[in-house]
């Protein structure tokens, strides 16, 4: 399958957590997940699922009255490729600049230090 080209928009994003978290998921029900939190009209999602489908970002069932769209990409596949675009942009493609600032901005519990840690390592948890 052909991945779009583009990194999806911060409401594409939104749309595809509804997706992640709930798994395939018709228009009526992303609507209601993303209305709970701000005021959007059941249009506005349809034309956003119908834009993330030309562009590759969701599937579509259409088999059934409703259709059913589905995430086209795994969460962890998107967020590979928003890092990358994040760390090419804003840091010069540095990893360890990311790393760094981030580390550095972030407040850590032990468990993710010891985590971290264990990555550096190489060692398995």
């Known amino acids: 399958m052909r991945h779009a080209s583009t990194q999806p928009t911060d409401v594409e ?37 119908q834009t993330m489908f030309d562009k590759e970002l969701v599937v579509r069932d259409d088999t059934e009255r409703s259709h059913v769209y589905a995430a086209a990409l795994e969460r962890t596949q998107a967020q590979r490729g928003l890092l990358r675009d994040l760390l090419d942009r804003a840091f010069g493609g540095s990893a360890r600049e990311l790393v760094m600032l981030a580390l550095q ?21």
């Open 13 to 49: 994003l939104t749309i595809l957590n509804v997706l992640w978290d709930r798994g395939p998921s018709t228009v009526r029900q992303v609507h209601e997940v993303l209305a709970a939190r701000k005021d959007v009209a059941y249009t506005t999602v349809l034309k956003m699922l």
């Open 105 to 125: 901005a972030g407040k850590l519990k032990p468990a993710e230090k010891a985590e971290i840690q264990r990555l550096l390592d190489g060692r398995k948890p």
